[in-house]
């Protein structure tokens, strides 16, 4: 599978996920913020990072690079997107997910792992998850705290939007357990499609057990998966 990793001024984690994925198994390329193609590609990741120094809010220059027009034209055409940390942020701020990422509750930078708990199997992102998985990764982010209107979430929950909450080891979902003060404990969602997928935690970095935890596996193994069934359906 071939993916496109776009690559934003201050972006720090564009390697991280290339490597990542290539680790893996399959094919990853830097595609930089100001080219108005993706080229040949079958996933698009936006990696984590403070692109364009956080200016502003987080995301929000950044959804006017030329380049977040060729993501939406790929994610209106049913292609499978994908939003790290800084690039979750980008993806509410261009309108590609609902809701939006605001200052952590307690003010402070939050860098730690963190256990994820994952509500549905049913989407491209979460597809190949062991069942009562609590998935341990690390976070890293100021702005990481969830917010949306009781509508949009009500709208999340009953379409079974929301992918991941933040738990505890024994994948309990309390509040001692969210870092960041995220609404109903919301670290990750997708949109109505389910082609489009953001969280703030970083699987990326929780690849390999050299790095503390190689559970970050699992949700690009489940895009993965997507993309061979997908191409399997093409071919018939």
Request: charged share 15%; net charge negative.
């Amino acid at each position: 599978m071939n993916f496109a990793v776009l690559q934003f001024p201050a972006s720090n984690c564009d390697q991280d996920a290339v490597h990542a994925l290539q680790l893996l198994g399959h094919s990853a390329r830097l595609v930089w913020h100001k080219e108005a193609s993706l080229g040949n590609v079958d996933a698009v990741v936006l990696p984590g990072g403070f692109c364009y120094g956080d200016y502003l809010r987080c995301g929000a220059i950044a959804r006017f690079s030329p380049v977040m027009q060729a993501v939406k034209q790929f994610a209106d055409n049913g292609g499978l997107v994908l939003g790290i940390c800084n690039g979750f942020q980008v993806l509410t701020e261009a309108g590609l997910l609902p809701g939006a990422l605001i200052r952590n509750r307690d003010l402070q930078f939050h860098c730690e792992f963190i256990h994820l708990k994952t509500i549905t199997p049913d989407s491209p992102f979460t597809n190949q998850i062991p069942a009562g998985k609590s998935l341990r990764v690390p976070i890293a982010h100021g702005e990481g705290c969830y917010f949306a209107d009781e509508e949009t979430l009500a709208s999340l929950k009953a379409n079974n939007q929301i992918l991941w909450q933040y738990c505890d080891a024994a994948g309990n979902v309390t509040d001692t357990a969210n870092p960041n003060g995220a609404l109903q404990n919301i670290a990750g969602i997708c949109n109505e499609r389910r082609n489009v997928a953001g969280l703030m935690p970083h699987p990326e970095r929780a690849c390999e057990p050299l790095l503390g935890s190689d559970d970050g596996k699992w949700i690009f193994e489940s895009l993965f998966a997507a993309l061979k069934d997908r191409t399997a359906t093409v071919a018939a």
